[in-house]
């Protein structure tokens, strides 16, 4: 019964874990209006068309900040900006 119990604690929390990111955002948007970013210090730009809790976006700014990703609803919120460069991004739009 105790490893039973042990074995549904461990799912439990690993669907609902959340884990840290780093992630750049470009200065500038794509023209779908999609935020562009880097995801750990990718060496690619990819569009991000969803939602970062707590992120107000500037464009003009190159941002690196660190999210909670929610694993359960693939959610994202803020945890800090790390840095904030007035910039032009370099990617294809």
């Given at each position: 019964m105790?490893?039973?119990?042990?074995?549904v604690k461990s799912i439990f929390s690993e669907k609902n874990a959340t884990r840290q990111l780093v992630i750049t955002v470009a200065s500038r948007q794509a023209k779908n209006n999609a935020l562009q970013i880097k995801m750990n210090r990718a060496a690619t730009w990819e569009e991000f068309t969803g939602d970062i809790a707590g992120f107000d976006y500037v464009e003009g700014f190159e941002y690196e900040i660190m999210v909670s990703k929610h694993k359960s609803a693939n959610q994202f919120s803020l945890e800090r900006v790390?840095?904030?460069t007035r910039k032009n991004s370099d990617f294809n739009s």
């Open positions: 105790t490893i039973l119990l042990n074995k790390l840095t904030q």
